[in-house]
Nanobody, 119 residues
Framework: QVQLVESGGGLVHPGGSLRLSCAASGFSYDYYVIGWFRQTPENERERVSCISSGDDSTLYADSVKGRFTISRDSATHTAYLQMNNLKAEDTAVYYC????????????WGQGSQVTVSS
């Protein structure tokens, strides 16, 4: 059974930084994609970023390019999302996901991490 355990959310001022972590266990895939989606207070779901295990290729939403960086540690099967220059519109619940691609259908999900950006 795949498990994704998230950590690292919180409250930060605009312009601040946070790092999310997602530790994956219970899987045996040679290839996978891991990343984050977010659910805004307006209940909109947005793909944030993903990274593939094959070649570490990355994908970012236009709204976070240049501010967020995704990475992973293959030894511990942990993914990280470094979020810099946070804005109020980044406020959301961030959900870690694992799948064969960066899509929601058929994905495994973490428990969610609240990120609040407010002055």
């Amino acid at each position: 059974q795949v498990q994704l355990v998230e950590s690292g959310g919180g409250l930060v001022h605009p312009g601040g930084s946070l790092r999310l972590s997602c530790a994956a266990s219970g899987f045996s895939y040679d290839y996978y994609v891991i990343g984050w989606f977010r659910q805004t207070p307006e209940n909109e779901r947005e793909r944030v970023s993903c990274i593939s295990s094959g070649d570490d290729s990355t994908l970012y939403a236009d709204s976070v390019k240049g501010r967020f960086t995704i990475s992973r540690d293959s030894a511990t099967h942990t993914a990280y999302l470094q979020m810099n220059n946070l804005k109020a519109e980044d406020t959301a619940v961030y959900y870690c996901m694992m799948n064969v691609d960066c899509q929601t259908y058929g994905a495994y999900w973490g428990q969610g991490s609240q990120v609040t950006v407010s002055s």
